[in-house]
């Protein structure tokens, strides 16, 4: 009388085909995933922006006060931005980081200051842009001298 021994596991060949195929789709999800991480930040960056904005031009018509935002490093707004208020103001300034990926470029230069009628000093726009990939989508946030906030896509060069 014979008995048959049945087999149990992996062979040596099935795991190999398992983890060929595997890597063939580790390699191509990586890469989307990264591409969501970077759009996501770009958006949290332009979100974070028009907030700022709204807030500074919100808190100065209902301060009846001059509110400024700049940037957190000198000129550098990819580090992050700053809403300033007046001495004696009953608000404290905020603060605001983004994440490194993202680059924000102004067209104008120093201080925007929303004025207690929510007008601004001067119109201004501000490019956000992913700086690791090249030909994305981004946004211009474009600020009226009435204060109006606008946001709108544009391709990154």
Request: with cysteine.
């Amino acid at each position: 009388m014979t008995k048959k021994s049945r087999q149990r596991g992996f062979s040596l060949v099935e795991m190999m085909v398992a983890i060929i195929i595997l890597v063939v789709l580790g390699s191509i999800a990586v890469p989307a995933f990264r591409n969501v991480g970077a759009g996501n930040s770009l958006r949290g960056a332009a979100s974070e922006l028009v907030a700022a904005l709204g807030t500074a031009r919100t808190q100065a018509v209902n301060l009846r006060i001059s509110v400024q935002l700049s940037a957190v490093s000198g000129g550098d707004w990819s580090q992050g931005w700053l809403i300033s208020y007046p001495a004696g103001a009953p608000e404290e300034d905020q603060s605001f980081a983004i994440s490194p990926d993202v680059t924000v470029t102004r067209s104008g230069s120093g201080s925007l200051t929303f004025q207690p009628d929510g007008f601004v000093n001067q119109a201004d726009s501000f490019i956000v842009c992913d700086s690791v990939r090249t030909g994305e989508t981004g946004r211009k946030i474009s600020v009226s001298k009435v204060g109006r906030i606008s946001n709108e896509d544009i391709t990154c060069s």
